[in-house]
């Protein structure tokens, strides 16, 4: 049975930094391509960043520079280094898993419950 267990999010004031991790159970953890999402009050869920099983990444335009995306394959635990942190940053941050085969995502979709962040100014 797949699970991911977010944690890390925690209230910090604008500029702060934090660091989310995400650790995985029940799946082979090298062979899936592992996702922040995150999502704000009001609005839809958006990637934040992607790591795929060859390390390449992937980083929303508004992320890239201040948010980095890693993954411990010895420890199953993919983590979101976050810095230089924005009231607009404050959301629910979801992990997501994803078998990938090659350069394809295939099959279902595997979700964490969320961690919160929450920037004030």
């Known amino acids: 049975q797949v699970h991911l267990v977010e944690s890390g999010g925690n209230v910090v004031q604008r500029g702060g930094s934090l660091r989310l991790s995400c650790a995985a159970s029940g799946f082979t953890f090298s062979t899936y391509a592992m996702s922040w999402y995150r999502q704000a009050p009001g609005k839809e869920r958006e990637l934040v960043a992607r790591?795929?099983?060859?390390?390449?990444?992937i980083y929303a335009d508004s992320m890239k520079g201040r948010f980095t995306i890693s993954r411990d394959n010895a420890k199953n635990t993919v983590y979101l280094q976050m810095n230089s942190l924005k009231p607009e940053d404050t959301a629910v941050y979801y992990c997501?898993?994803?078998?990938?085969?090659?350069?394809?995502?295939?099959?279902?979709?595997?979700w964490g419950e969320g961690t919160q962040v929450t920037v004030s100014s």
């Open positions: 997501k898993a994803v078998q990938q085969m090659g350069t394809l995502l295939i099959g279902r979709n595997y």
């Open positions: 790591i795929l099983t060859d390390g390449t990444t």
